[in-house]
């Protein structure tokens, strides 16, 4: 047995709550996956994993043992690229996880000069507006933006973005310019009514992991609405949502750095611009870790660098 690969393999099905994971994470075959835990529970003569059709999970042994093959694991890294490190470059494959908008107009046409820095690191770049699970996906980091609700991750804030508040001119010209953001809101005819007159068209935006709509905000002073319920045109990709508004399909609230080349074109224009939005913060999110790959540290500090000058929180 090699019992080095059987302790990488135990790991990453105790982090990924599946064998099937840990092999194509580690592009292993699932069966050699499976004989490896087999043969390292036969070698300390107790279960470590406790299988389910659902899931895979820890034995208390198994519990025990995930700590020291964890720490035991992280040291030996560590000491390989210590002992690397006066000769060679950092080098190896990360998987790293971004919403659209900001893969395609910000990551990935920087991607070139990080790959000229560093040649010997290779990027997996997983592109869409799905939350993932860093630990089960085996992803070694994330930009994200917004609340994040997992706290048992690393957050490194790298921006604050603006936001605007836009539609096309076809669109404007055939509805007209609001003045006001409850312009944005159906209304009744008369109070008594039960009938609604529609608002302006509202292009949406809603979460691709809850399905749940994200509202317009509006603040000015000590004004604030909120535009909910509203959207004619909903998607759940950042860089659709950008074209649905080019198409005229409506009204909506974009990132600024987005829509800034579309404003200067003019085929996007600005409304309601004595109105704002709360800035959206920005990270880079990684598991928590006593140890932090020179690979995974070296991509962090880079995405820092390129999103520093989005950064409207710095304006």
Known sequence: MDQLLALRVFLRIAESGAFSKAA????????????LVQDLERHLGTRLLQRTTRRVSLTPEGSAYYERAR??????????????????????RIRVDIGSV?????????????????????V????SDRPVDLIGEGVDCVVRGGALADT????????????????????????????????LVARAHRPDDVSRVPGHAVVGYFSSLTGKAFPLEFHRGEEHVQVAGQA??????????????????????????????HLDSGHLQAVLEDW?????????VYPASRHLS??????????????????????
């Open 152 to 183: 048992s991750l690393v957050a490194r804030r790298i921006a604050d973005l603006d936001w605007v508040t836009c539609a096309s001119p076809l669109y404007l010209k055939a509805r007209g310019t609001p003045r006001h953001p409850e312009e």
């Open 71 to 92: 720490r035991l694991i992280e040291d030996l890294q560590d000491m390989d690229e210590t002992a690397a490190g006066a000769r060679a470059q950092a080098r190896g």
């Open 102 to 122: 900001l893969a395609n107009m910000i990551l990935i046409p920087a991607l070139p000069a990080f790959r000229a820095r560093h040649p010997e690191v290779h």
């Open 294 to 315: 020179a690979k995974v540290r070296l991509f962090v500090d880079w995405v820092a660098e390129v999103f520093a000058p989005f950064d409207d929180g710095q304006a």
């Open 276 to 284: 704002t939005r709360p800035r959206h913060p920005l990270y880079v």
């Open 232 to 261: 004619v045109v909903s998607v759940n990709e950042s860089t659709a949502h950008l074209s649905a508004l080019l198409s005229g399909a409506g009204l909506g609230q974009t990132f600024r750095f987005a829509a800034r080349p």
């Open 124 to 127: 997996d770049l997983g592109v």
């Open 24 to 35: 194509d994470t580690l592009n292993i075959p699932r069966p050699t996956v499976t004989k």
